[in-house]
């Protein structure tokens, strides 16, 4: 039984991982056409990063998930907190609406805003991009910072606004610390949401920002290049660091 | 961290700033320019050139309307294109005092009736929808009209392009119609010929068909002429097959949309595409027809007699160009529907 | 306290504003846009009609909502039951392990799913890894056809939302209380039976959640589809970028996007029942 048990999970692994292995090893075949073996090179790599608007296309996406993931913590934090510790009105309209928002498909969040800014008569561009972006990643944060806090003990606050404290030195002193670490989890998680997302960026980007899964897309749809292998092998590696990093970083600050 | 939010606020406010001036935003087909031909035009000019592709005249028109014609410098559409978009008020007449390259091209291009005197258009390059067959396969080889597309052993070998006028066309021209039949009876009769073809298609591709044919993915593929050039030029079993029916000539067009930002770069642009070293070299590379007379008289032999580059006059006699279909579009658009969802 | 209250009234009104402007009138406008109709002039004219909804329901538009809801389950389905033992398992594995296999779970997961759909492209391709294997073991004489099915677009957005499903199950399988089974095996249940009458309505919300986060983005990613299906598969996400992004039928489109949000609204009122019956039950 438990031999069975490795074996099963073993496979699973293998089809997870085997189209990204083979993908990385081939971004180093020197055969243009065929997928045979003709010996390593790393002449893809160099076309790749010698191609200026595909550079261009990852520093904007680069940019705006900073941006986007910066933007989000704050405002999802902010959110959280006002639902947990503030009475107001439409609270739970709130709460359940941003759990609805993280579950919705991506294909309706993108069209939403495209229609929410043709109606507003914006431009499509990094801002609209941006606020995009934004709109996707709280709900996460949100959910995640709310979690933290709900398992809070209470009486620290009271006891800073016994002592005092307003709200908003409650904030800044003694919530802000004590979820930090759901927060920058928060921040990698809309991190990785932006730099990943294929179709909210499709229906929300204008012609002046090209960002990366996009560039991707026009160019997977001309079949399969070596150039395009070795770009995704690179995603791979970098995805691979960035959460190993971010369990570190996480574990320590826990 | 406030400080960090600031700075790199400031920091993309100022490339955009900064980058205005020198820039050129191409919209046009993925695989319709070299590459190197950008570069080379950025190395003459400092003028950084960004293309972003689509593969349809519908998705091209569809992005100009949403962005209301700003965002792009210069966009390629088809001649029937050209007229719908000059008729909504999308394009920008040509200033030709910039296009001092104007004279290259063939006169009999010029002119026409979709955009008279040229005021909003020029021609960047020609060609036809046919057949590219890949002659290993005996079934493939046969084939001398799209009614031999309908054969049972083509089921599963076959490549349409994902363009509604040019699988409309093929129904259209095995019922002896026109191409630009605006007739609604006809169209549909014209849809229920092409709904049992759908069972054969293994792929609908217009970015980069050729790519299914190398890849023996297909053996039959309806495509543009360049990308049949191409795929002869790495296989030499593929060969380009006039249809007896009749096929489909389209003309691309250099214009500039009426919001376009950098309206001098663009006219740059278009005057150093028609350069006759530059035509040439781009029509060696994507093997469409090039309408520019300069261009032609630099090309090798072995190009300008290559019938999949330059048909023969007994194909050309067969060939019939796009235009406009008007308000007739609809009944078209309704059948693709069908077809696509089969 | 002054500026306490100035603090709180800015973020709960800035909570406010911000969730109206990009979470509530996206969404009116869209609901509203499903009852107006196109022109040449405008992508949207105002005016109320059923009639896009009516479009919605003939032959042709309700295949692409059939097949796309068939193909969808069936890539939920597959990617449950691959997933449930998997995650079984990984909830039963020892600590430090367990963190690293984990770990190996979230990479694909981050990794951006169009490169992973690509990457399966250079797997099934005619000259890809498969066929190269099997061709050169003497399995098969010509390569197989793999790319441009049906079963290829199945198999790329299983690949892709797999670990959607694994983790939601696993979270919900490692907080299952291990003490319900041995009770369920004291009072002689099979393993069977401890499985379905016990497991099963317990992750209940694991098994709800992941087929969510499976199913619903299964009928909206366009690109699967697009890359490995040879744009043959029109399914509900191809439909509504065509009509926003080619055909211009913003009313269409708009109407199909609130038929997928009340597919939603569905699917979620099942988690939330499911998950009340669940605290109902451990209370």
């Known amino acids: 039984m438990r031999k069975l048990r490795i074996l099963y999970a073993t496979l699973v692994f293998v089809f997870l991982y085997l189209p990204l292995g083979v993908m990385v090893v081939y971004s180093f075949n020197a055969s243009r056409f065929s997928m045979a073996w003709k010996g390593f090179t790393l002449d893809w790599y160099v076309k790749l990063f010698?191609?200026?608007?595909?550079?261009?296309?990852?520093?904007?996406?680069?940019?705006?998930?900073?941006?986007?993931?910066?933007?989000?913590?704050?405002?999802?934090?902010?959110?959280?907190?006002?639902?947990?510790?503030?009475?107001?009105?439409?609270?739970?309209?709130?709460?359940?609406?941003?759990?609805?928002?993280?579950?919705?498909?991506?294909?309706?969040?993108?069209?939403?805003?495209?229609?929410?800014?043709?109606?507003?008569?914006?431009?499509?561009?990094?801002?609209?991009?941006?606020?995009?972006?934004?709109?996707?990643?709280?709900?996460?944060?949100?959910?995640?910072?709310?979690?933290?806090?709900?398992?809070?003990?209470?009486?620290?606050?009271?006891?800073?606004?016994?002592?005092?404290?307003g709200e908003y030195e409650v904030f800044r002193h003694v919530v802000l610390p004590m979820v930090f670490p759901a927060v920058l989890a928060g921040w990698f998680l809309s991190f990785t949401l932006s730099i990943d997302d294929v179709i909210i960026s499709f229906f929300t980007t204008g012609p002046t920002f090209e960002v990366l899964p996009l560039r991707i897309y026009s160019m997977v749809r001309l079949g399969l290049k070596p150039e395009v292998n070795a770009l995704c092998a690179i995603m791979i590696l970098i995805t691979a660091v960035a959460v190993f990093v971010s369990q570190r970083f996480l574990k320590e600050k826990s | 961290m406030k400080r960090l939010v600031l700075t790199v606020l400031s920091l993309m406010l100022a490339t955009q700033v900064l980058a205005a001036s020198k820039e050129l935003y191409v919209y046009n087909w993925s695989e319709y320019m070299p590459d190197s031909v950008l570069a080379d035009f950025t190395k003459e000019t400092g003028v950084k050139v960004i293309m972003s592709t689509y593969d349809s005249n519908e998705a091209l028109y569809a992005k100009i309307r949403m962005v209301e014609a700003k965002g792009y410098d210069l966009i390629v559409p088809s001649t029937d294109f050209v007229a719908r978009m000059h008729k909504e008020g999308l394009l920008m007449p040509l200033d030709k005092g910039k296009l001092t390259n104007l004279s290259n091209l063939d006169p009999k291009l010029m002119n026409q009736a979709f955009d008279p005197d040229n005021t909003y258009s020029v021609p960047y390059m020609w060609g036809s929808t046919a057949?590219?067959?890949?002659?290993?396969?005996?079934?493939?080889?046969?084939?001398?009209?799209?009614?031999?597309?309908?054969?049972?052993?083509?089921?599963?070998?076959?490549?349409?392009?994902?363009?509604?006028?040019?699988?409309?066309?093929?129904?259209?021209?095995?019922?002896?119609?026109?191409?630009?039949?605006?007739?609604?009876?006809?169209?549909?009769?014209?849809?229920?010929?092409?709904?049992?073809?759908?069972?054969?298609?293994?792929?609908?591709?217009?970015?980069?068909?050729?790519?299914?044919?190398?890849?023996?993915?297909?053996?039959?593929?309806?495509?543009?002429?360049?990308?049949?050039?191409?795929?002869?030029?790495?296989?030499?079993?593929?060969?380009?097959v006039y249809p007896a029916e009749g096929f489909s000539l389209w003309v691309d067009n250099l214009c500039i949309p009426k919001n376009a930002a950098n309206v001098d770069n663009a006219h740059l642009f278009i005057d150093y595409l028609l350069r006759p070293e530059v035509a040439a070299f781009i029509c060696q590379e994507m093997g469409y027809s090039s309408p520019n007379l300069a261009a032609q008289a630099l090309l090798p032999e072995d190009v300008r007699d290559n019938a999949i580059v330059y048909p023969a006059p007994e194909d050309m006699a067969l060939g019939e160009f796009e235009t406009d279909l008007g308000p007739a579009v609809k009944a078209y658009e309704e059948c693709w529907m069908r077809l696509k969802t089969r | 306290m002054k500026n306490d209250g100035f603090f709180k009234l800015a973020v709960i009104v800035g909570v406010i504003s911000w969730m109206a402007i990009f979470a509530f009138v996206p969404n009116i406008l869209v609901f509203l846009a499903s009852f107006s109709s196109t022109s040449t002039q405008n992508f949207i004219e105002p005016g109320f009609s059923l009639s896009n909804?009516?479009?919605?329901?003939?032959?042709?538009?309700?295949?692409?909502?059939?097949?796309?809801?068939?193909?969808?389950?069936?890539?939920?389905?597959?990617?449950?039951?691959?997933?449930?033992?998997?995650?079984?398992?990984?909830?039963?594995?020892?600590?430090?392990?367990?963190?690293?296999?984990?770990?190996?779970?979230?990479?694909?997961?981050?990794?951006?799913?169009?490169?992973?759909?690509?990457?399966?492209?250079?797997?099934?391709?005619?000259?890809?890894?498969?066929?190269?294997?099997?061709?050169?073991?003497?399995?098969?004489?010509?390569?197989?056809?793999?790319?441009?099915?049906?079963?290829?677009?199945?198999?790329?957005?299983?690949?892709?939302?797999?670990?959607?499903?694994?983790?939601?199950?696993?979270?919900?399988?490692?907080?299952?209380?291990?003490?319900?089974?041995?009770?369920?095996?004291?009072?002689?249940?099979?393993?069977?039976?401890?499985?379905?009458?016990?497991?099963?309505?317990?992750?209940?919300?694991?098994?709800?959640?992941?087929?969510?986060?499976?199913?619903?983005?299964?009928?909206?990613?366009?690109?699967?589809?697009?890359?490995?299906?040879g744009a043959k598969a029109m399914l509900l996400g191809n439909f509504i970028r065509d009509q926003f992004l080619t055909t211009r039928d913003w009313p269409l489109g708009a109407a199909a996007s609130v038929t997928l949000t009340v597919l939603m609204g569905v699917m979620l009122l099942l988690y939330w029942k499911s998950a009340a019956r669940l605290g109902g039950k451990e209370a």
């Open chain 1, 50 to 165: 010698s191609n200026a608007a595909l550079m261009q296309a990852a520093l904007n996406s680069l940019l705006i998930a900073a941006l986007a993931a910066t933007c989000s913590s704050i405002l999802g934090t902010l959110i959280a907190m006002a639902l947990q510790r503030w009475r107001f009105p439409s609270r739970k309209v709130i709460h359940t609406s941003l759990f609805v928002m993280m579950m919705s498909p991506d294909i309706v969040i993108g069209i939403s805003l495209l229609v929410l800014f043709m109606a507003l008569s914006l431009p499509l561009g990094v801002w609209t991009l941006l606020m995009a972006h934004v709109t996707l990643c709280v709900p996460f944060v949100s959910i995640t910072v709310y979690g933290r806090l709900l398992g809070f003990d209470p009486h620290v606050v009271e006891a800073a606004r016994d002592l005092g404290a």
């Open chain 2, 131 to 240: 057949i590219a067959v890949n002659t290993k396969d005996p079934a493939a080889a046969a084939i001398t009209s799209y009614a031999d597309l309908w054969k049972p052993e083509l089921k599963g070998k076959l490549l349409l392009p994902n363009d509604m006028r040019g699988v409309l066309g093929m129904g259209l021209k095995r019922l002896g119609y026109s191409l630009n039949e605006t007739d609604p009876v006809k169209v549909a009769e014209a849809c229920e010929l092409l709904l049992p073809l759908m069972e054969s298609v293994r792929v609908f591709d217009s970015d980069s068909p050729k790519q299914a044919l190398l890849n023996n993915e297909v053996q039959a593929a309806v495509l543009w002429n360049g990308e049949a050039y191409i795929a002869s030029g790495e296989n030499p079993d593929i060969r380009y």
């Open chain 3, 53 to 229: 909804y009516a479009r919605l329901m003939d032959t042709t538009h309700l295949s692409i909502l059939l097949s796309s809801l068939r193909l969808s389950g069936l890539v939920t389905v597959i990617c449950l039951v691959t997933a449930y033992p998997f995650a079984a398992i990984l909830a039963r594995t020892r600590k430090p392990l367990r963190n690293t296999l984990l770990l190996l779970v979230v990479i694909p997961f981050w990794t951006n799913s169009l490169v992973r759909t690509y990457a399966m492209t250079a797997m099934i391709n005619s000259s890809g890894i498969v066929n190269n294997v099997l061709l050169s073991l003497g399995i098969i004489d010509t390569p197989l056809a793999m790319m441009y099915t049906p079963g290829a677009v199945v198999l790329g957005l299983v690949y892709t939302l797999l670990p959607f499903m694994i983790l939601p199950l696993y979270a919900a399988l490692e907080r299952l209380d291990r003490r319900y089974l041995e009770a369920a095996r004291d009072l002689g249940a099979s393993p069977w039976r401890a499985f379905w009458k016990v497991v099963v309505p317990l992750t209940m919300p694991g098994i709800v959640s992941g087929c969510m986060l499976v199913f619903l983005p299964g009928i909206g990613m366009f690109y699967v589809s697009d890359v490995l299906g």
